[in-house]
C-alpha cells in the first residue's frame, strides 16, 4: 500500500520561509513523478511544483517561479519543498501526491498522473 507522508508545514512572517517534507513508501521501487499542490478555502486546487524522480527535471508554476523549489533526497522516494520569501497568498493546505511506480512514463506536469495523495499539510502566513 503506497503511503505519503507530508511534514513541515506551520506558521511563518512575509518573507520567511518553510520547508515541506513527503516520503512516499509502498513501491516497489518509486514513483515516477512526485508533486506538490495546494488549495486555499474557496479557492482552486493548484499544481505548483513537480518532479521527475528518474530525470530529475523539476518545474514549479508561475506563482511561485523563483520563490519555491522541489528537489529529491539521496532516497529518490522523497522530496522536499524549498518555500522562500512566503507571501500571504501562499497560506493555503499543502497536499503531496506522487504518480505509479517508476516503469511507466507520467506526464509529471499533469494532473491527471498522480494517483496517491497525502493528506496535506497547513501553511499559514502572516502579514
Known amino acids: 500500500q503506497v503511503d505519503l507522508v507530508e511534514s513541515g508545514g506551520g506558521s511563518a512572517q512575509a518573507g520567511g520561509s518553510l520547508r515541506l517534507s513527503c516520503a512516499a513508501s509502498?513501491?516497489?521501487?518509486?514513483?515516477?513523478?512526485m508533486g506538490w499542490f495546494r488549495q486555499a478555502p474557496g479557492k482552486e486546487r493548484e499544481r505548483i511544483a513537480a518532479?521527475?524522480?528518474?530525470?530529475?527535471?523539476?518545474r514549479t508554476a508561475d506563482s511561485v517561479k523563483g520563490r519555491f523549489t522541489i528537489v529529491q533526497d539521496s532516497t529518490q522516494s522523497t522530496v522536499y519543498l524549498q518555500m522562500n520569501d512566503l507571501k500571504p497568498e501562499d497560506a493555503a493546505m499543502y497536499y503531496c501526491?506522487?504518480?505509479?511506480?517508476?516503469?511507466?512514463?507520467?506526464?509529471?506536469?499533469?494532473?491527471?498522473?498522480?494517483?496517491?495523495w497525502g493528506q496535506g499539510t497547513q501553511v499559514t502566513v502572516s502579514s
Open positions: 509502498g513501491y516497489y521501487d518509486r514513483p515516477y513523478c
Open positions: 501526491a506522487a504518480s505509479g511506480g517508476i516503469s511507466t512514463f507520467y506526464n509529471c506536469w499533469a494532473d491527471r498522473s498522480y494517483s496517491n
Open positions: 518532479i521527475n524522480t528518474r530525470t530529475l527535471n523539476a
